[in-house]
């Protein structure tokens, strides 16, 4: 048996079986769905990933009726009455092709030319095109209050399609093929790190499995510093809402409402855990974790220092998209229910993330930081 797995099994064993959760499910105030003033015919590219699920979840309860556009490898939890196309972005369009729909929902595009060769088919067959971009977009997060006026990316390579290195890039000249498409009737979403029950990154599931674990907590940076996350529901219901209102334009798409920091982070997330369960905080500032080579929001996600090139990451002004509408459920509600979602995963999944410290590497910059601190 692995050094990870024997870890693994001894954890499971210290929690019963299973992370620690409270015994009594919180009860979370979730208004009622109610049914939209005029239906609408929307079809949604994708659909089956992160976001796509619960754009369609929300789109039906609202009473709109919902085409999806995919591959049909996976369908997740699409409800029967969801008209499924099956075709690929890489030239295998005909299924649009002759149809009309009110709106249309890009969610999983980064590529330009998947916008340009569908918007191509779908100009004149909808009155409202709206891309989910990102806030990775912007040229500089140097400063913080970044607003949607800033200035975006520019890709070095024009041939480039490399979606790990120019991923920001690529993104913005997407934004730029729907609104020459689809020009004034273009809705850009721009959010930030999407989080929440399915979420397959684990980059905030990380927090939620590691705190419940109990014990020593190696915690990035100072408590004060800022994090911005959305849950995907209120990223999905926020999109739906901004159809059926026809707003165009471009939204940074980030909460909470207020400003958020990285101690309210993790004691929002305690406050859904047992309160017998021992937990300590150690918090090891950056340039301690850098030394480390522990890695800002991949080893430590949802987490950036306040310093340097990304001093305003985490701060993005959201004043437009409060302006109209956008919510978000208690933290609370976001943090147990990624943590009891994480519980029915497949034990390999649950076993090894995909973002986060394993907890041997865990436990030796614990010791690492102890080593050179006073206790």
């Known amino acids: ?74 369908q997740g939890e699409i409800p029967d009455e969801v008209e499924r196309l099956y075709g690929d972005r890489n030239g295998q369009l005909d299924a649009l092709k002759g149809r009309d729909w009110d709106v249309v929902i890009d969610n999983p595009t980064t590529l330009p030319r998947w ?38 990316a520019q890709l070095e390579d024009p041939a480039s399609e490399d979606t790990r290195k120019d991923y920001g890039p690529l993104k913005a000249l997407a934004e730029q093929e729907a609104e020459k ?83 309210e982070m993790l004691a929002g997330i305690r406050a859904v855990l047992p309160a017998s369960l021992d937990i300590r905080w150690t918090w090891a500032d950056a340039d301690f974790l850098a030394a480390q080579k522990v890695r800002p929001w991949s080893d430590m996600p949802v987490w950036i220092p306040t310093a340097g090139e990304y001093a305003g990451w985490s701060q993005a002004n959201t004043d437009r998209a409060l302006a109209k509408g956008i919510t978000f459920r208690p933290f609370a509600q976001t943090a ?27 436990a030796e910059v614990l010791a690492a930081w102890h080593a050179r601190t006073p206790s």
């Open 1 to 74: 048996m692995s050094a990870n797995r024997r870890t693994f099994v001894k954890l499971m064993a210290a929690t019963g079986g299973a992370l620690a959760l409270s015994r009594t499910r919180p009860l979370f105030a979730t208004p009622p769905v109610g049914r939209a003033a005029e239906p609408l015919r929307i079809l949604i590219l994708g659909g089956t990933g992160f976001i796509g699920p619960n754009q369609v979840k929300y789109a039906v309860a609202r009473g709109h009726k919902v085409t999806v556009f995919n591959r049909g490898r996976s």
């Open 181 to 263: 498409w689809f020009p004034g009737k273009t809705t850009v979403i721009r959010p930030g790190l999407i989080v929440g029950p399915e979420d397959p990154s684990d980059r905030f599931t990380y927090w939620p499995v590691r705190v419940a674990r109990g014990g020593e907590v190696l915690a990035p940076g100072k408590p004060s510093d800022p994090v911005q996350i959305i849950d995907a529901r209120d990223l999905a219901e926020f999109c739906i809402r901004m159809v059926e209102q026809g707003d165009v334009g471009t939204y940074n798409a980030v909460g909470p409402r207020s400003p958020f920091t990285m101690g």
């Open 336 to 362: 147990f229910d990624t943590l009891e979602w994480h519980q029915t995963r497949p034990a390999a999944e649950q076993e090894k993330m995909r973002a986060g410290l394993p907890a041997e590497r865990e």
């Open 115 to 152: 916008v340009r060769d569908a918007a191509q088919i779908l100009q004149g067959h909808a009155r409202q095109y709206l891309f989910i971009s990102t806030l990775s977009v912007y040229a500089s997060w140097a400063k913080p209050n970044m607003d949607e006026t800033a200035p975006v």
